[in-house]
């Protein structure tokens, strides 16, 4: 088959958007595909990456999952775009989702369990906090990203 160098021209003419479209599209995807990755930790109950044991039992022996007794810090995993589309964006647990929470009122205890064993006490107790790890740094995250980052490619070509 033979092209001309005009048609040539043509037909990558239109590359840098598609590749800027494919960037901005990328950064959603990523962003909801982390949500998704750090929200499963909870199902799993262990952080959602191979070689992670599960969660430490609770002191208390209550019956319902870890970490999940209301829900406020599974749904308070959100993601935002920095700035304009392509500049970026952000994974963070939102502080604003324990306003309404019946413990911990208003208090994003987030870091508490992301945190390395012994890291917090709680109030007064001297109870050391115990770490249950829930977002960070994913194998699984890090496969599913590079899998977003070959469709940028293919899309050029199409």
Partial sequence: MNITLQQLINQWKTVPNKFEVGVGNFEVRAAKAAVSVFK????LQRFNSPGNFGWKARRDGKSHPILIETGSLMRSIKWQHLGQ?????RVYTDPNAFMGTKRHKGFCFAAV???KDGTYTYGNTGVRSVQRQYIGHSTVLKDKLEEE???IFKRLLK
Avoid: Q, Y
């Fill in 40 to 43: 499963e930790s909870f199902h």
């Fill in 85 to 89: 589309k392509g500049t970026g964006v």
């Fill in 113 to 115: 369990h992301n945190a």
């Fill in 149 to 151: 980052m070959m469709l």
